[in-house]
């Protein structure tokens, strides 16, 4: 049997981060995967995430199963987190998920359970993984305009051209915040307009938020989420704890189905459970009891969402002394969009061949469509990033 397997493709992020690692020059710079890192290149554990570990190994008592929807009151702190009060609870089906890619699989599922003809409309580009599931699924993707290579934010009326042809019942995947790859987002304005055309057009929305609190702050990160929630007939949300917690490698994410009828949610919530059931049974806990910890306390709370407002800070402060450094450099305002971009990631506009030479000749890390982790970056490797780029003839 083995012998009739095939070499899959490598996905191209991690491959980077293994080329990066086996690269012995010292002043390499890693711009690669979307981890965050802080001045000193570590990805820390985050002070609440910390404490609400030490009480919870203090008082757990059992590591029995919970439930195939994780713990309730996970789910309850995740929906009131990224929905606040936008939409009744009762109107929301939800299960906790290995991760936001989790979530993404299994919305996809559901998709194809319930529709087998939708096709998924994703931006171009999108998560790259995104493409690989829905491909592995048998899905059939149609990618939407989404950023434009000149101004390097987004196309939008080429977007909405393109979801102009989708039929009723096709899906629009849609970033909440901090687009990745290129950190070009809508404005609340163009959200609106996207939220009249799925509605005209009886298209599905899904969501996928992965970086809350990355963007311009926890509620503003979510406000085009709730947007959408409480104005369509029905959405998918698949949620990200990875890196708003920092807890990557726990596999902590939401799936939520949100309906204007309250009377399909039991429907929608046996569904989705039944979904863990096949893919996994019972969801990973641990980060998601973590999470639950430090939402439902006060003082965790406080303290998580300050550390995550220096964290995004200390993006946007690199994002302004990179297009600070480059207009400098430059004499143009070419680069301004790079603090514009939100999130961790911008794409630069330089060729595959212009990114190769920056790690090459660099020893710069950036992904081959030139996305740029800004969180690799420091104030002392921000001016030997803007020289390279100026170098290199970006
Ligand atoms: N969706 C997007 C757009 C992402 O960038 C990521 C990556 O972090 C995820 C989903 C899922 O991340 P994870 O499965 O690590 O929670
Ligand atoms: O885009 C990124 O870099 C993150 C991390 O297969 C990631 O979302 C990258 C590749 C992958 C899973 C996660």
């Given at each position: 049997?083995?012998?009739?397997?095939k070499?899959?493709?490598?996905?191209?992020?991690?491959?980077?981060?293994?080329?990066?690692?086996?690269?012995?020059?010292?002043?390499?710079?890693?711009?690669?995967?979307?981890?965050?890192?802080?001045?000193?290149?570590?990805t820390?554990?985050?002070?609440?995430v910390?404490?609400?570990?030490?009480?919870?190994?203090?008082?757990?008592?059992?590591?029995?199963?919970?439930?195939?929807a994780?713990?309730?009151?996970?789910?309850?702190?995740?929906?009131?987190?990224?929905?606040?009060?936008?939409?009744?609870?009762?109107?929301?089906?939800?299960?906790?998920?290995?991760?936001?890619?989790?979530?993404?699989?299994?919305?996809?599922?559901?998709?194809r359970?319930?529709?087998?003809?939708?096709?998924?409309?994703?931006?171009?580009?999108?998560?790259?993984?995104?493409?690989?599931?829905?491909?592995?699924?048998?899905?059939?993707?149609?990618?939407?305009?989404?950023?434009?290579?000149?101004?390097?934010?987004v196309?939008?009326?080429?977007?909405?051209?393109?979801?102009?042809?989708?039929?009723?019942?096709?899906?629009?995947?849609?970033?909440?915040?901090?687009?990745?790859?290129?950190?070009?987002?809508?404005?609340?304005?163009?959200?609106?307009?996207?939220?009249?055309?799925?509605?005209d057009?009886?298209?599905v929305?899904?969501?996928?938020?992965?970086?809350?609190?990355?963007?311009d702050?926890?509620?503003?990160?979510?406000q085009a989420?709730?947007?959408?929630?409480?104005?369509?007939?029905?959405?998918?949300?698949?949620?990200?704890?990875?890196?708003?917690f920092?807890?990557?490698?726990?596999?902590?994410?939401?799936?939520?189905?949100?309906?204007?009828?309250?009377?399909?949610?039991?429907?929608?919530?046996?569904t989705?459970?039944?979904l863990?059931?096949?893919?996994?049974?019972?969801?990973?806990?641990?980060?998601?009891?973590?999470?639950t910890?430090?939402?439902?306390d006060?003082e965790?709370?406080?303290?998580?969402?300050?550390?995550?407002?220096?964290?995004?800070?200390?993006?946007?402060?690199l994002?302004?002394?990179?297009?600070?450094?480059?207009?400098?450099?430059?004499g143009?305002?070419?680069?301004?969009f790079?603090a514009?971009?939100?999130?961790?990631?911008?794409?630069?506009?330089?060729?595959?061949?212009?990114?190769?030479?920056?790690?090459?000749?660099?020893g710069?890390?950036m992904?081959?469509?030139?996305?740029?982790?800004?969180a690799?970056?420091?104030?002392?490797?921000?001016?030997?990033?803007?020289?390279?780029?100026?170098?290199?003839?970006?």
């Open positions: 049997m083995f012998e009739n397997l070499p899959q493709p490598a996905d191209k992020i991690l491959a980077l981060m293994q080329m990066y690692r086996d690269d012995p020059r010292e002043q390499k710079i890693d711009l690669g995967v979307g981890v965050y890192k802080n001045a000193d290149g570590v820390p554990v985050m002070r609440a910390k404490a609400a570990e030490l009480r919870i190994w203090e008082e757990q008592q059992t590591k029995a199963y919970t439930g195939l994780g713990d309730p009151a996970y789910a309850d702190v995740m929906i009131n987190l990224i929905l606040g009060t936008t939409v009744p609870r009762a109107n929301v089906a939800a299960v906790a998920t290995p991760g936001g890619t989790g979530a993404c699989r299994q919305a996809f599922e559901l998709i359970m319930a529709n087998p003809s939708a096709r998924v409309f994703v931006s171009n580009p999108t998560w790259p993984n995104h493409i690989s599931i829905l491909n592995y699924l048998g899905i059939e993707t149609v990618a939407y305009r989404y950023f434009d290579d000149e101004t390097r934010g196309d939008f009326d080429g977007m909405i051209e393109d979801l102009k042809t989708a039929n009723a019942g096709d899906v629009v995947l849609l970033h909440g915040c901090c687009h990745n790859p290129t950190g070009a987002n809508l404005n609340m304005v163009q959200w609106q307009e996207v939220v009249n055309l799925i509605n057009r009886g298209l929305a899904m969501i996928d938020i992965a970086y809350q609190g990355f963007g702050g926890l509620n503003e990160d979510a989420t709730r947007l959408v929630a409480s104005s369509v007939k029905e959405c998918l949300i698949a949620a990200s704890c990875s890196k708003n920092g807890v990557y490698r726990e596999r902590t994410g939401l799936l939520m189905a949100v309906s204007a009828d309250a009377g399909q949610t039991a429907l929608n919530q046996g989705l459970a039944f863990n059931r096949q893919n996994y049974s019972f969801p990973p806990d641990h980060g998601a009891r973590v999470v910890r430090i939402l439902q006060e965790l709370r406080a303290d998580w969402a300050a550390e995550l407002e220096e964290v995004r800070l200390s993006m946007l402060g994002r302004q002394q990179l297009a600070d450094e480059l207009q400098r450099l430059t143009s305002d070419r680069f301004g790079l514009q971009h939100r999130g961790m990631f911008s794409r630069l506009g330089a060729s595959p061949e212009l990114v190769e030479k920056l790690r090459v000749e660099h710069i890390y992904v081959g469509d030139s996305r740029m982790n800004i690799g970056l420091n104030e002392k490797t921000v001016p030997i990033l803007a020289k390279a780029i100026v170098e290199v003839g970006v």
